[in-house]
Protein backbone atom coordinates (compact mmCIF):
# COMPACT_ATOMS: atom_id res chain seq x y z
CA UNK A 1 0.00 0.00 0.00
CA UNK A 2 1.40 3.54 -0.89
CA UNK A 3 0.13 7.08 0.28
CA UNK A 4 -2.82 8.75 -1.35
CA UNK A 5 -1.73 12.06 -1.90
CA UNK A 6 -4.42 15.54 -2.53
CA UNK A 7 -3.91 16.70 -6.05
CA UNK A 8 -2.11 20.15 -4.23
CA UNK A 9 0.41 17.78 -2.73
CA UNK A 10 0.97 15.75 -6.09
CA UNK A 11 1.88 19.16 -7.27
CA UNK A 12 4.17 19.20 -5.12
CA UNK A 13 5.84 16.00 -4.78
CA UNK A 14 6.35 15.45 -8.70
CA UNK A 15 9.22 17.77 -9.83
CA UNK A 16 10.88 15.95 -6.85
CA UNK A 17 10.00 11.84 -6.75
CA UNK A 18 10.24 9.88 -10.64
CA UNK A 19 6.71 8.36 -9.13
CA UNK A 20 4.04 8.78 -6.63
CA UNK A 21 2.04 6.14 -6.69
CA UNK A 22 4.39 2.98 -7.07
CA UNK A 23 6.66 1.51 -4.00
CA UNK A 24 9.66 1.98 -5.33
CA UNK A 25 11.01 5.74 -7.02
CA UNK A 26 13.70 7.44 -7.25
CA UNK A 27 14.51 11.10 -5.90
CA UNK A 28 15.38 14.22 -8.38
CA UNK A 29 15.96 17.46 -8.42
CA UNK A 30 17.00 17.90 -4.72
CA UNK A 31 20.15 19.22 -3.28
CA UNK A 32 22.35 15.81 -1.88
CA UNK A 33 21.79 16.88 1.75
CA UNK A 34 18.33 17.24 1.40
CA UNK A 35 18.24 13.41 0.16
CA UNK A 36 20.22 12.39 2.30
CA UNK A 37 18.41 13.89 5.50
CA UNK A 38 15.08 12.30 4.00
CA UNK A 39 16.48 8.94 4.06
CA UNK A 40 17.85 9.52 7.16
CA UNK A 41 14.38 10.48 8.51
CA UNK A 42 13.64 6.44 7.99
CA UNK A 43 15.06 5.12 10.66
CA UNK A 44 12.65 6.91 13.34
CA UNK A 45 9.92 7.10 11.59
CA UNK A 46 6.94 5.27 10.72
CA UNK A 47 5.68 7.65 7.59
CA UNK A 48 6.81 7.23 4.31
CA UNK A 49 9.16 9.19 2.34
CA UNK A 50 6.87 11.65 0.12
CA UNK A 51 5.03 12.24 3.32
CA UNK A 52 7.77 13.06 5.01
CA UNK A 53 8.95 15.50 2.61
CA UNK A 54 5.15 17.17 2.62
CA UNK A 55 4.93 17.58 6.64
CA UNK A 56 8.70 18.01 7.68
CA UNK A 57 10.70 19.37 4.33
CA UNK A 58 8.48 21.10 1.64
CA UNK A 59 7.39 23.88 4.16
CA UNK A 60 10.67 24.92 5.55
CA UNK A 61 11.96 25.71 2.24
CA UNK A 62 14.78 22.99 1.94
CA UNK A 63 13.45 21.93 -1.79
CA UNK A 64 14.73 24.25 -4.81
CA UNK A 65 11.65 25.96 -6.47
CA UNK A 66 8.72 23.71 -7.10
CA UNK A 67 8.18 24.22 -10.41
CA UNK A 68 11.29 22.95 -11.74
CA UNK A 69 12.11 20.00 -13.25
CA UNK A 70 8.87 17.78 -13.50
CA UNK A 71 8.45 14.16 -12.94
CA UNK A 72 11.78 11.95 -14.54
CA UNK A 73 13.34 15.50 -13.54
CA UNK A 74 14.84 17.09 -17.06
CA UNK A 75 17.19 19.93 -17.97
CA UNK A 76 15.51 23.30 -16.85
CA UNK A 77 15.77 26.43 -17.62
CA UNK A 78 18.01 28.65 -16.04
CA UNK A 79 16.84 29.68 -12.49
CA UNK A 80 15.64 33.74 -11.71
CA UNK A 81 17.59 35.37 -9.04
CA UNK A 82 14.50 35.05 -6.96
CA UNK A 83 14.63 30.96 -7.13
CA UNK A 84 18.65 31.57 -6.69
CA UNK A 85 18.10 33.51 -3.38
CA UNK A 86 15.37 30.69 -2.51
CA UNK A 87 17.39 27.64 -3.33
CA UNK A 88 19.97 28.86 -1.39
CA UNK A 89 17.82 29.92 1.87
CA UNK A 90 16.44 26.30 1.20
CA UNK A 91 19.42 24.61 1.14
CA UNK A 92 21.28 26.63 4.13
CA UNK A 93 17.89 24.89 5.70
CA UNK A 94 18.61 21.48 4.55
CA UNK A 95 22.09 22.17 5.81
CA UNK A 96 21.15 22.81 9.72
CA UNK A 97 18.73 19.91 8.82
CA UNK A 98 21.02 17.69 8.09
CA UNK A 99 23.88 18.58 10.61
CA UNK A 100 21.57 18.13 13.39
CA UNK A 101 20.60 14.53 12.31
CA UNK A 102 24.09 13.22 11.66
CA UNK A 103 25.22 14.56 15.03
CA UNK A 104 22.15 13.50 17.18
CA UNK A 105 22.09 10.30 15.19
CA UNK A 106 25.84 10.26 15.32
CA UNK A 107 25.38 7.07 12.65
CA UNK A 108 28.01 7.01 9.88
CA UNK A 109 25.45 5.64 7.88
CA UNK A 110 23.89 9.13 7.61
CA UNK A 111 27.32 10.01 6.12
CA UNK A 112 26.74 7.56 3.41
CA UNK A 113 23.30 9.06 1.63
CA UNK A 114 24.45 11.85 -0.22
CA UNK A 115 27.21 12.00 -3.06
CA UNK A 116 29.36 13.75 -5.14
CA UNK A 117 31.23 13.64 -8.61
CA UNK A 118 34.61 15.27 -8.51
CA UNK A 119 37.15 15.29 -10.99
CA UNK A 120 40.37 15.45 -10.14
CA UNK A 121 42.94 16.96 -13.28
CA UNK A 122 46.78 17.11 -13.59
CA UNK A 123 47.24 14.70 -10.55
CA UNK A 124 50.30 12.92 -10.92
CA UNK A 125 50.49 8.80 -10.62
CA UNK A 126 51.53 9.08 -6.85
CA UNK A 127 48.32 11.44 -6.48
CA UNK A 128 45.38 9.01 -8.24
CA UNK A 129 47.23 5.66 -6.42
CA UNK A 130 45.83 8.13 -2.93
CA UNK A 131 43.04 8.81 -4.52
CA UNK A 132 42.26 5.34 -5.60
CA UNK A 133 42.81 3.98 -2.37
CA UNK A 134 39.50 3.74 -0.80
CA UNK A 135 37.46 0.69 -1.68
CA UNK A 136 33.92 2.40 -1.61
CA UNK A 137 34.18 4.79 -4.31
CA UNK A 138 34.02 4.57 -8.17
CA UNK A 139 37.11 6.11 -10.17
CA UNK A 140 37.54 6.82 -13.91
CA UNK A 141 41.27 7.41 -15.12
CA UNK A 142 42.94 8.44 -18.11
CA UNK A 143 44.14 5.52 -19.80
CA UNK A 144 47.52 5.35 -20.64
CA UNK A 145 47.25 3.14 -24.18
CA UNK A 146 44.87 5.35 -25.35
CA UNK A 147 46.38 8.80 -24.28
CA UNK A 148 49.57 9.71 -25.54
CA UNK A 149 51.85 11.67 -23.41
CA UNK A 150 54.13 13.06 -26.14
CA UNK A 151 52.39 16.46 -26.52
CA UNK A 152 53.29 19.88 -24.38
CA UNK A 153 50.18 21.63 -22.59
CA UNK A 154 51.37 25.14 -21.74
CA UNK A 155 54.97 24.85 -23.26
CA UNK A 156 55.14 21.75 -20.90
CA UNK A 157 55.22 17.83 -20.55
CA UNK A 158 52.58 16.78 -18.82
CA UNK A 159 53.86 15.66 -15.43
CA UNK A 160 54.68 17.51 -11.72
CA UNK A 161 56.93 19.18 -10.65
CA UNK A 162 57.10 19.02 -6.56
CA UNK A 163 57.05 21.55 -4.56
CA UNK A 164 59.55 20.23 -1.68
CA UNK A 165 62.26 20.44 -4.80
CA UNK A 166 64.32 23.78 -5.26
CA UNK A 167 67.33 25.23 -6.57
CA UNK A 168 69.84 22.67 -8.43
CA UNK A 169 68.05 19.50 -7.55
CA UNK A 170 64.42 20.98 -9.52
CA UNK A 171 66.31 22.03 -12.11
CA UNK A 172 67.67 19.01 -12.67
CA UNK A 173 64.57 17.33 -12.28
CA UNK A 174 62.89 19.00 -14.90
CA UNK A 175 65.31 18.45 -17.07
CA UNK A 176 65.72 14.87 -16.65
CA UNK A 177 62.21 14.31 -17.02
CA UNK A 178 61.72 16.74 -19.94
CA UNK A 179 64.61 14.50 -22.02
CA UNK A 180 62.21 11.73 -20.56
CA UNK A 181 59.47 12.72 -22.22
CA UNK A 182 61.74 13.29 -25.35
CA UNK A 183 62.62 9.35 -25.52
CA UNK A 184 58.68 8.47 -25.04
CA UNK A 185 58.32 11.56 -27.92
CA UNK A 186 60.65 10.20 -30.42
CA UNK A 187 59.97 6.35 -30.06
CA UNK A 188 56.79 6.69 -30.42
CA UNK A 189 56.35 6.84 -34.36
CA UNK A 190 59.46 4.25 -34.41
CA UNK A 191 57.82 1.52 -32.62
CA UNK A 192 54.51 2.34 -34.69
CA UNK A 193 56.87 1.56 -37.49
CA UNK A 194 57.80 -1.74 -35.87
CA UNK A 195 54.19 -2.92 -34.46
CA UNK A 196 52.85 -2.33 -38.00
CA UNK A 197 55.54 -4.49 -39.40
CA UNK A 198 55.06 -7.01 -36.47
CA UNK A 199 51.26 -6.91 -36.84
CA UNK A 200 50.11 -6.44 -40.46
CA UNK A 201 46.13 -5.50 -41.14
CA UNK A 202 44.30 -8.10 -42.03
CA UNK A 203 40.93 -7.51 -44.69
CA UNK A 204 38.68 -7.95 -42.02
CA UNK A 205 40.00 -4.82 -39.64
CA UNK A 206 39.20 -0.95 -40.92
CA UNK A 207 42.10 1.15 -41.54
CA UNK A 208 41.01 3.15 -38.59
CA UNK A 209 40.52 0.13 -35.89
CA UNK A 210 43.77 -0.89 -37.50
CA UNK A 211 45.75 2.27 -36.51
CA UNK A 212 44.12 2.33 -33.26
CA UNK A 213 45.21 -0.79 -32.39
CA UNK A 214 48.98 -0.47 -33.50
CA UNK A 215 48.95 2.57 -31.75
CA UNK A 216 47.59 1.19 -28.38
CA UNK A 217 50.07 -1.55 -28.68
CA UNK A 218 52.91 1.52 -29.43
CA UNK A 219 51.16 3.26 -26.15
CA UNK A 220 51.46 -0.14 -23.97
CA UNK A 221 55.30 -0.66 -24.99
CA UNK A 222 56.25 2.76 -24.29
CA UNK A 223 54.71 3.28 -20.85
CA UNK A 224 57.54 2.43 -18.82
CA UNK A 225 59.24 5.59 -19.89
CA UNK A 226 56.86 7.46 -18.77
CA UNK A 227 57.89 8.78 -15.06
CA UNK A 228 55.84 8.64 -12.12
CA UNK A 229 55.38 12.29 -12.02
CA UNK A 230 53.40 11.82 -15.03
CA UNK A 231 49.76 13.75 -14.65
CA UNK A 232 46.97 12.39 -15.16
CA UNK A 233 42.85 12.83 -14.65
CA UNK A 234 40.58 10.98 -12.34
CA UNK A 235 36.68 11.59 -11.93
CA UNK A 236 35.61 9.79 -8.48
CA UNK A 237 32.10 9.32 -7.33
CA UNK A 238 32.07 8.43 -4.12
CA UNK A 239 29.61 9.38 -0.72
CA UNK A 240 30.00 12.06 1.52
CA UNK A 241 31.65 9.40 4.08
CA UNK A 242 34.12 8.45 1.26
CA UNK A 243 35.23 11.56 0.56
CA UNK A 244 35.46 12.22 4.43
CA UNK A 245 37.43 9.34 4.65
CA UNK A 246 40.15 10.09 1.56
CA UNK A 247 40.62 14.00 2.62
CA UNK A 248 41.21 12.54 6.03
CA UNK A 249 44.02 9.71 4.70
CA UNK A 250 45.16 13.04 1.89
CA UNK A 251 45.74 15.55 5.21
CA UNK A 252 48.08 13.06 6.83
CA UNK A 253 49.78 12.20 3.57
CA UNK A 254 53.93 13.11 3.69
CA UNK A 255 53.57 14.88 -0.15
CA UNK A 256 52.71 17.88 -0.55
CA UNK A 257 50.52 17.78 -3.62
CA UNK A 258 48.63 15.28 -1.81
CA UNK A 259 48.29 17.54 1.25
CA UNK A 260 47.73 20.55 -1.26
CA UNK A 261 45.10 18.34 -3.50
CA UNK A 262 43.27 17.64 -0.61
CA UNK A 263 42.72 21.40 0.07
CA UNK A 264 41.37 22.14 -3.33
CA UNK A 265 38.91 18.91 -3.20
CA UNK A 266 37.73 20.01 0.25
CA UNK A 267 36.54 23.29 -1.24
CA UNK A 268 35.28 22.35 -3.68
CA UNK A 269 33.11 19.26 -2.45
CA UNK A 270 32.05 22.16 0.08
CA UNK A 271 30.27 24.14 -2.66
CA UNK A 272 27.88 20.65 -3.11
CA UNK A 273 28.21 18.36 0.14
CA UNK A 274 29.54 20.81 2.63
CA UNK A 275 27.10 19.25 5.77
CA UNK A 276 28.92 15.81 5.00
CA UNK A 277 32.74 16.89 5.27
CA UNK A 278 32.19 19.75 8.29
CA UNK A 279 34.92 17.38 10.72
CA UNK A 280 37.36 17.07 8.03
CA UNK A 281 39.06 20.19 9.58
CA UNK A 282 37.75 20.54 12.77
CA UNK A 283 40.98 20.99 15.48
CA UNK A 284 39.19 18.00 18.10
CA UNK A 285 37.95 15.72 15.00
CA UNK A 286 39.05 15.27 11.17
CA UNK A 287 42.45 16.86 12.49
CA UNK A 288 42.81 15.01 15.56
CA UNK A 289 42.31 11.64 12.95
CA UNK A 290 44.74 13.12 10.71
CA UNK A 291 47.39 13.33 13.08
CA UNK A 292 46.61 9.64 14.45
CA UNK A 293 47.34 8.70 10.95
CA UNK A 294 50.65 10.35 10.22
CA UNK A 295 51.71 9.53 13.49
CA UNK A 296 51.06 5.92 13.65
CA UNK A 297 52.96 5.99 9.91
CA UNK A 298 55.77 7.73 11.34
CA UNK A 299 56.12 5.74 14.60
CA UNK A 300 55.97 2.34 12.39
CA UNK A 301 58.78 3.50 10.13
CA UNK A 302 60.89 4.39 12.98
CA UNK A 303 60.26 0.70 14.70
CA UNK A 304 61.27 -0.80 11.42
CA UNK A 305 64.11 1.24 11.03
CA UNK A 306 65.45 -0.48 14.15
CA UNK A 307 64.26 -3.95 13.72
CA UNK A 308 64.38 -4.67 10.06
CA UNK A 309 68.17 -5.96 8.65
CA UNK A 310 68.89 -3.46 5.21
CA UNK A 311 68.66 -6.86 2.97
CA UNK A 312 70.44 -6.62 -0.29
CA UNK A 313 68.02 -6.87 -2.89
CA UNK A 314 67.75 -10.57 -3.71
CA UNK A 315 66.06 -11.58 -6.87
CA UNK A 316 62.68 -13.12 -6.22
CA UNK A 317 59.57 -14.24 -8.81
CA UNK A 318 57.05 -11.80 -10.13
CA UNK A 319 54.43 -13.62 -8.18
CA UNK A 320 54.83 -15.51 -4.89
CA UNK A 321 51.87 -17.42 -3.11
CA UNK A 322 52.88 -16.40 0.34
CA UNK A 323 49.73 -17.40 2.30
CA UNK A 324 47.15 -19.87 1.75
CA UNK A 325 44.76 -22.40 3.33
CA UNK A 326 45.82 -26.37 2.59
CA UNK A 327 41.98 -26.93 3.33
CA UNK A 328 40.57 -23.69 0.95
CA UNK A 329 38.90 -25.80 -1.79
CA UNK A 330 37.35 -27.95 1.20
CA UNK A 331 36.13 -24.78 2.92
CA UNK A 332 34.74 -23.53 -0.05
CA UNK A 333 32.49 -27.12 -0.84
CA UNK A 334 31.22 -26.90 2.80
CA UNK A 335 30.52 -22.71 2.55
CA UNK A 336 28.58 -23.90 -1.04
CA UNK A 337 26.15 -26.66 1.39
CA UNK A 338 25.75 -23.66 3.96
CA UNK A 339 22.68 -21.32 2.27
CA UNK A 340 20.65 -24.80 0.73
CA UNK A 341 21.24 -26.30 4.27
CA UNK A 342 19.74 -26.41 7.82
CA UNK A 343 22.88 -27.80 9.48
CA UNK A 344 25.94 -25.25 11.11
CA UNK A 345 29.09 -24.16 9.80
CA UNK A 346 31.21 -26.11 11.36
CA UNK A 347 29.10 -29.38 11.19
CA UNK A 348 29.19 -28.84 7.31
CA UNK A 349 32.89 -28.63 7.02
CA UNK A 350 32.96 -32.16 9.23
CA UNK A 351 30.80 -33.28 6.17
CA UNK A 352 32.94 -31.84 3.25
CA UNK A 353 36.03 -33.49 4.59
CA UNK A 354 34.19 -37.10 4.07
CA UNK A 355 33.14 -36.36 1.18
CA UNK A 356 34.65 -38.30 -1.58
CA UNK A 357 36.65 -36.12 -4.67
CA UNK A 358 33.86 -36.56 -7.17
CA UNK A 359 31.41 -35.58 -4.55
CA UNK A 360 33.23 -32.48 -3.85
CA UNK A 361 33.68 -31.81 -7.69
CA UNK A 362 29.95 -32.44 -7.86
CA UNK A 363 28.82 -29.97 -5.10
CA UNK A 364 31.40 -27.28 -6.83
CA UNK A 365 29.90 -27.89 -10.24
CA UNK A 366 26.74 -27.29 -9.30
CA UNK A 367 27.29 -24.07 -7.57
CA UNK A 368 30.00 -22.59 -10.20
CA UNK A 369 26.58 -23.89 -12.80
CA UNK A 370 26.94 -23.15 -16.68
CA UNK A 371 28.40 -19.68 -17.11
CA UNK A 372 27.63 -18.12 -20.52
CA UNK A 373 29.92 -14.82 -19.09
CA UNK A 374 32.54 -14.30 -16.80
CA UNK A 375 30.19 -11.31 -14.82
CA UNK A 376 28.25 -14.86 -13.76
CA UNK A 377 30.31 -15.51 -10.82
CA UNK A 378 29.62 -18.26 -8.00
CA UNK A 379 28.07 -16.90 -4.79
CA UNK A 380 29.84 -16.00 -1.23
CA UNK A 381 31.00 -19.99 -0.89
CA UNK A 382 33.97 -18.57 -2.83
CA UNK A 383 34.45 -16.20 0.05
CA UNK A 384 35.74 -18.45 2.17
CA UNK A 385 39.32 -18.83 1.32
CA UNK A 386 41.74 -16.53 0.60
CA UNK A 387 45.00 -15.75 -1.21
CA UNK A 388 47.96 -13.75 -0.61
CA UNK A 389 50.67 -13.08 -2.91
CA UNK A 390 53.58 -11.05 -2.90
CA UNK A 391 53.81 -9.08 -6.42
CA UNK A 392 57.34 -7.34 -7.70
CA UNK A 393 56.09 -5.81 -10.82
CA UNK A 394 56.51 -3.05 -13.26
CA UNK A 395 55.16 0.18 -11.96
CA UNK A 396 52.39 0.27 -14.89
CA UNK A 397 51.36 -3.25 -14.05
CA UNK A 398 50.70 -2.58 -10.18
CA UNK A 399 48.92 1.22 -11.34
CA UNK A 400 46.73 -1.00 -12.96
CA UNK A 401 46.20 -3.95 -10.25
CA UNK A 402 45.78 -1.60 -7.61
CA UNK A 403 42.40 -0.42 -8.94
CA UNK A 404 40.73 -3.69 -7.63
CA UNK A 405 39.19 -2.82 -5.04
CA UNK A 406 37.62 -6.19 -3.18
CA UNK A 407 40.88 -7.31 -1.96
CA UNK A 408 43.38 -5.90 0.20
CA UNK A 409 46.41 -4.26 -1.46
CA UNK A 410 49.53 -2.37 0.21
CA UNK A 411 52.78 -1.26 -1.78
CA UNK A 412 56.29 -0.27 -0.84
CA UNK A 413 57.91 3.01 -1.88
CA UNK A 414 58.81 2.91 -5.62
CA UNK A 415 62.45 3.09 -6.00
CA UNK A 416 65.23 1.41 -9.05
CA UNK A 417 66.52 -0.83 -6.20
CA UNK A 418 64.39 -3.52 -7.54
CA UNK A 419 65.44 -3.64 -11.21
CA UNK A 420 62.98 -2.98 -14.42
CA UNK A 421 60.94 -4.76 -17.15
CA UNK A 422 61.72 -4.26 -20.93
CA UNK A 423 58.78 -5.24 -23.14
CA UNK A 424 60.32 -7.36 -26.09
CA UNK A 425 59.18 -5.00 -29.21
CA UNK A 426 62.06 -2.45 -27.07
CA UNK A 427 64.54 -4.78 -28.46
CA UNK A 428 63.08 -5.67 -31.52
CA UNK A 429 62.82 -2.09 -32.65
CA UNK A 430 66.35 -1.84 -31.39
CA UNK A 431 65.66 1.07 -29.89
CA UNK A 432 67.10 -0.40 -26.02
CA UNK A 433 69.89 1.92 -25.77
CA UNK A 434 67.69 4.69 -25.95
CA UNK A 435 65.36 2.79 -23.07
CA UNK A 436 68.13 2.18 -20.95
CA UNK A 437 69.39 5.88 -21.14
CA UNK A 438 66.37 7.24 -19.98
CA UNK A 439 65.84 4.36 -17.44
CA UNK A 440 69.21 5.16 -15.86
CA UNK A 441 69.34 8.86 -15.88
CA UNK A 442 65.35 8.33 -13.89
CA UNK A 443 67.28 5.90 -11.53
CA UNK A 444 70.24 8.83 -10.79
CA UNK A 445 67.92 11.44 -10.50
CA UNK A 446 65.94 8.99 -7.74
CA UNK A 447 69.35 8.36 -6.28
CA UNK A 448 69.93 12.07 -5.79
CA UNK A 449 66.64 13.01 -4.67
CA UNK A 450 66.29 10.70 -1.90
CA UNK A 451 70.28 11.63 -0.97
CA UNK A 452 69.35 14.94 -0.43
CA UNK A 453 66.60 13.65 2.41
CA UNK A 454 63.74 13.49 0.32
CA UNK A 455 63.03 10.02 0.31
CA UNK A 456 59.46 10.35 -0.18
CA UNK A 457 59.66 13.16 -3.19
CA UNK A 458 62.10 10.78 -5.20
CA UNK A 459 59.37 8.32 -6.64
CA UNK A 460 58.10 11.04 -8.58
CA UNK A 461 61.54 10.70 -10.81
CA UNK A 462 61.21 6.97 -11.34
CA UNK A 463 59.98 5.63 -14.60
CA UNK A 464 57.07 3.17 -14.67
CA UNK A 465 59.55 0.02 -15.98
CA UNK A 466 61.15 -0.31 -12.87
CA UNK A 467 59.66 -2.66 -10.55
CA UNK A 468 57.71 -2.35 -7.08
CA UNK A 469 56.54 -4.60 -4.75
CA UNK A 470 52.94 -5.35 -3.56
CA UNK A 471 51.05 -7.46 -1.74
CA UNK A 472 47.07 -8.17 -3.18
CA UNK A 473 45.09 -10.37 -0.42
CA UNK A 474 42.21 -11.54 -2.23
CA UNK A 475 39.15 -14.53 -1.37
CA UNK A 476 38.95 -16.79 -4.33
CA UNK A 477 35.45 -15.10 -5.97
CA UNK A 478 38.00 -11.93 -6.04
CA UNK A 479 40.57 -14.05 -7.41
CA UNK A 480 37.94 -15.31 -9.92
CA UNK A 481 37.29 -11.60 -11.11
CA UNK A 482 40.85 -10.41 -11.04
CA UNK A 483 42.20 -13.51 -12.87
CA UNK A 484 39.46 -13.70 -15.36
CA UNK A 485 39.43 -9.86 -16.23
CA UNK A 486 43.34 -9.56 -16.20
CA UNK A 487 44.48 -12.24 -18.00
CA UNK A 488 41.86 -11.62 -20.84
CA UNK A 489 43.56 -11.01 -24.45
CA UNK A 490 42.85 -7.16 -24.51
CA UNK A 491 44.68 -6.64 -21.41
CA UNK A 492 47.77 -5.15 -21.44
CA UNK A 493 50.84 -7.79 -21.17
CA UNK A 494 52.46 -6.83 -18.04
CA UNK A 495 49.57 -7.65 -15.64
CA UNK A 496 47.70 -10.61 -17.69
CA UNK A 497 51.18 -12.33 -17.26
CA UNK A 498 50.69 -11.73 -13.33
CA UNK A 499 46.88 -12.59 -13.24
CA UNK A 500 47.93 -16.18 -15.34
CA UNK A 501 50.98 -16.99 -12.81
CA UNK A 502 48.40 -15.99 -9.83
CA UNK A 503 45.97 -18.97 -11.18
CA UNK A 504 48.50 -21.20 -11.91
CA UNK A 505 50.04 -20.75 -8.12
CA UNK A 506 46.49 -21.28 -7.25
CA UNK A 507 45.98 -24.66 -9.33
CA UNK A 508 49.63 -26.09 -8.31
CA UNK A 509 50.96 -24.46 -5.17
CA UNK A 510 47.76 -24.10 -3.22
CA UNK A 511 46.80 -27.77 -4.89
CA UNK A 512 43.15 -25.76 -5.04
CA UNK A 513 42.67 -27.46 -8.60
CA UNK A 514 38.61 -27.44 -9.05
CA UNK A 515 38.93 -24.08 -7.91
CA UNK A 516 41.57 -22.81 -10.46
CA UNK A 517 39.43 -24.62 -12.73
CA UNK A 518 35.98 -22.67 -11.95
CA UNK A 519 38.42 -20.06 -12.72
CA UNK A 520 38.72 -20.19 -16.46
CA UNK A 521 35.86 -18.21 -18.30
CA UNK A 522 36.64 -16.65 -21.57
CA UNK A 523 33.69 -15.40 -23.50
CA UNK A 524 33.39 -16.20 -27.14
CA UNK A 525 35.15 -12.72 -28.38
CA UNK A 526 38.00 -13.42 -25.93
CA UNK A 527 38.28 -16.71 -27.68
CA UNK A 528 37.87 -15.52 -31.47
CA UNK A 529 40.43 -12.76 -30.67
CA UNK A 530 43.05 -15.53 -29.43
CA UNK A 531 42.57 -17.84 -32.15
CA UNK A 532 43.12 -15.22 -34.74
CA UNK A 533 46.42 -13.89 -32.82
CA UNK A 534 47.23 -17.84 -32.65
CA UNK A 535 46.29 -18.03 -36.81
CA UNK A 536 48.00 -14.89 -37.27
CA UNK A 537 51.49 -15.89 -35.85
CA UNK A 538 51.56 -19.19 -37.23
CA UNK A 539 51.13 -17.62 -41.04
CA UNK A 540 53.88 -15.05 -39.67
CA UNK A 541 56.01 -18.62 -38.97
CA UNK A 542 55.04 -20.07 -41.98
CA UNK A 543 56.16 -16.56 -43.93
CA UNK A 544 59.85 -16.93 -42.50
CA UNK A 545 58.67 -13.05 -41.03
C1 LIG B 1 41.27 -3.88 -20.84
C2 LIG B 1 41.00 -2.93 -19.69
C3 LIG B 1 41.01 -1.55 -19.92
C4 LIG B 1 40.75 -0.65 -18.85
N1 LIG B 1 40.77 0.70 -19.10
C5 LIG B 1 40.53 1.56 -18.09
C6 LIG B 1 40.56 2.98 -18.32
O1 LIG B 1 40.81 3.47 -19.41
N2 LIG B 1 40.32 3.80 -17.25
C7 LIG B 1 40.04 3.30 -16.02
O2 LIG B 1 39.82 4.08 -15.09
N3 LIG B 1 40.02 1.97 -15.77
C8 LIG B 1 40.26 1.10 -16.77
N4 LIG B 1 40.26 -0.25 -16.49
C9 LIG B 1 40.06 -0.70 -15.10
C10 LIG B 1 38.60 -1.07 -14.80
O3 LIG B 1 37.72 -0.09 -15.24
C11 LIG B 1 38.38 -1.28 -13.29
O4 LIG B 1 38.73 -0.15 -12.56
C12 LIG B 1 39.19 -2.37 -12.77
O5 LIG B 1 38.91 -3.50 -13.55
C13 LIG B 1 38.90 -2.67 -11.27
O6 LIG B 1 37.55 -2.56 -10.95
P1 LIG B 1 36.52 -3.78 -10.94
O7 LIG B 1 35.19 -3.19 -10.64
O8 LIG B 1 36.66 -4.58 -12.17
O9 LIG B 1 37.04 -4.75 -9.78
P2 LIG B 1 37.09 -4.63 -8.20
O10 LIG B 1 37.33 -3.25 -7.75
O11 LIG B 1 38.06 -5.67 -7.81
O12 LIG B 1 35.66 -5.06 -7.72
C14 LIG B 1 35.15 -6.37 -7.92
C15 LIG B 1 33.65 -6.27 -8.08
O13 LIG B 1 33.09 -5.70 -6.92
C16 LIG B 1 32.03 -4.81 -7.25
N5 LIG B 1 32.40 -3.43 -6.85
C17 LIG B 1 33.62 -3.00 -6.45
N6 LIG B 1 33.56 -1.72 -6.10
C18 LIG B 1 32.32 -1.30 -6.29
C19 LIG B 1 31.63 -0.06 -6.10
N7 LIG B 1 32.24 1.04 -5.64
N8 LIG B 1 30.34 -0.02 -6.38
C20 LIG B 1 29.69 -1.11 -6.84
N9 LIG B 1 30.28 -2.32 -7.05
C21 LIG B 1 31.57 -2.40 -6.77
C22 LIG B 1 31.83 -4.95 -8.74
O14 LIG B 1 30.92 -5.98 -8.99
C23 LIG B 1 33.19 -5.38 -9.23
O15 LIG B 1 33.14 -6.07 -10.44
C24 LIG B 1 40.50 -1.16 -17.54
C25 LIG B 1 40.50 -2.55 -17.32
C26 LIG B 1 40.74 -3.43 -18.37
C27 LIG B 1 40.73 -4.90 -18.10
Redesign the pocket.
Known amino acids: MTDQFSPEERAALSPYFTNLDGPVFALVNLPEVVKGALFARYSRSPKSLRRLFLDEFLNTGVAPHANRGGVGGGISPPPTSTEEAERETGRARAEDLYGRMFFEYGDDSVAQLGGAHLACEGASNLLTKVLEWG???????Q?TR?VPYDDLVGGHYRYHVPGELEGDLRDRYVRTLDAMFDTYRELLPILREHLSGRFPKNQQTSDAAYRMSIRAKALDTLRGLLPAATTSNVGIYGTGQAYENLLLRMRAHPLLEVRAYADLMLAELRKVIPAFLRRVDLPDRGTAWSSYLSETRQETARVAAELLPDDAVVPRDEVTLTDFDPEGEVKVVAAALYAVSDAPDDRLLDVARKLTEDERRAVLAAYVGRRTNRRHRPGRAFERTSYRFDVLADYGAFRDLQ?????TLEWQRLSPRHGSVMPEAIAEARVDARWHRSLDASAALHDAIAAAGLAEVAPYAVAMAYRVRFYMEMNAR?AM??IE??S?P??HPAYRRIAQTMHRLIAERAGHRALAAAMTFADHSEVALERLEAERAAERRRGGR
Open positions: RLAAYLESYRHRLLEHLLRAQG
